[in-house]
């Protein structure tokens, strides 16, 4: 039997000053549209379960008669089959609305329940064989993907000794002061600027994931309102930030080395901060194929370790700086241990609490 209630890309917009027009939704003309709106052929003789992703106070309307609004931040199934009932058509077809009261909703998360059928298959039967229809887009996904692989490959070609130096597990694991010192090129280097590229738009690429699934952070949409379904945007938004943060953190870690009297401890500390990031932001592309693998199956658990992976990669690094600084000099000295909470500690709380606690 074929699976006739489905919920589709076509996403429209009320356009404004004209009421009842309904238009095509496109994320870059739309991103200032709170409802999106959909019209839906539904048959009765048949379940119509569609599964989203919502953050907290999401609505859903249909011809305008509100059947759900979203308690909290999960991800959730409902059958609209079961609320089409009192509800009269338009022309055979329903009005699902979309809405949230301060943000645009994520359309990209719904998606469609694949039909299955109730009675017990007789033998010799063809199996009931159903195409889920999946509109969650991951084009945008695979594509970055390919280009961070392209481009770890490229590095591996034209600068060997670094990439060997840099991802060798022997090297990673010792961490000497002296071989620490020893490892790193100047900051401008060709090969540190393109090192430190691919590990933003691994973890750029890993965040965006993240955020595809619940609900923005506030602080990004202030700065630069993005629509979820915007997922290209969202990677390059978060590609330049993580990027501007690695580099411009030794001209920080340089005004507080000066504050601090501790300018001798900058070059050791940016040094073993470069070299257990991007050894551990490796493994990041590893993380992102799971995702892509398996995130419709298990979401939940799929976001889980998504969001351990990014915070171990910050929470490892941060405690592999302490560690090199403390094999030069003690970190139970307070005033060592309070630099290193201004320079790298409070840094660590503000990202987790941007990138993984705030949705």
Request: overall charge positive; charged content about 15%.
């Amino acid at each position: 039997m074929e699976q006739k209630n489905t919920i589709t890309s076509n996403w429209l917009v009320q356009r404004g000053g004209d009421a009842g027009q309904l238009v095509p939704y496109v994320a870059s003309m739309h991103a200032d549209y709170n409802a999106l709106h959909q019209w839906l052929p539904i048959t009765q003789a048949q379940p119509f379960n569609i599964a989203f992703t919502a953050p907290k106070d999401l609505c859903l309307f249909l011809n305008n008669r509100l059947i759900f609004k979203a308690d909290s931040t999960a991800y959730y199934t409902l059958d609209l089959a079961k609320y089409s009932g009192g509800t009269q058509p338009v022309e055979g077809k329903y009005l699902l609305t979309v809405w949230h009261p301060v943000q645009q909703p994520s359309v990209s998360s719904f998606r469609n329940v694949p039909f299955v059928k109730d009675s017990v298959q007789e033998p010799g039967e063809r199996p009931l064989s159903v195409k889920v229809r999946e509109y969650v887009n991951q084009n945008a996904f695979i594509i970055f993907m390919l280009l961070i692989g392209l481009t770890y490959g490229l590095l591996r070609v034209n600068y060997p000794n670094d990439f060997k130096n840099l991802f060798d597990p022997n090297r990673f694991l010792r961490t000497s002061s002296q071989e620490t010192l020893q490892f790193s090129k100047p900051i401008g280097a060709v090969s540190n600027v393109l090192f430190v590229l691919a590990f933003s738009l691994s973890l750029a690429l890993l965040i965006a994931a993240i955020h595809t699934n619940v609900q923005h952070v506030r602080l990004f949409n202030r700065l630069f309102p993005v629509s979820e379904a915007d997922i290209t945007t969202k990677i390059f938004f978060y590609t330049l930030l993580i990027f501007g943060v690695v580099v411009f953190k030794y001209a920080f870690l340089k005004l507080m080395g000066f504050v601090f009297g501790l300018g001798g401890l900058v070059q050791l500390q940016y040094q073993e901060f470069m070299r257990s990031l991007l050894f551990l932001g490796l493994f990041l592309p590893l993380v992102m194929l799971l995702y892509l693998s398996l995130n419709m199956m298990m979401p939940d658990a799929i976001l889980l370790i998504s969001s351990l992976a990014v915070s171990l990669v910050l929470v490892i690094t941060i405690l592999r700086v302490f560690y090199a600084v403390n094999k030069k000099v003690s970190v139970i000295n307070l005033h060592l241990f309070s630099y290193l909470c201004a320079t790298e500690v409070i840094p660590l709380a503000i990202m987790l609490e941007l990138i993984i606690f705030n949705y």
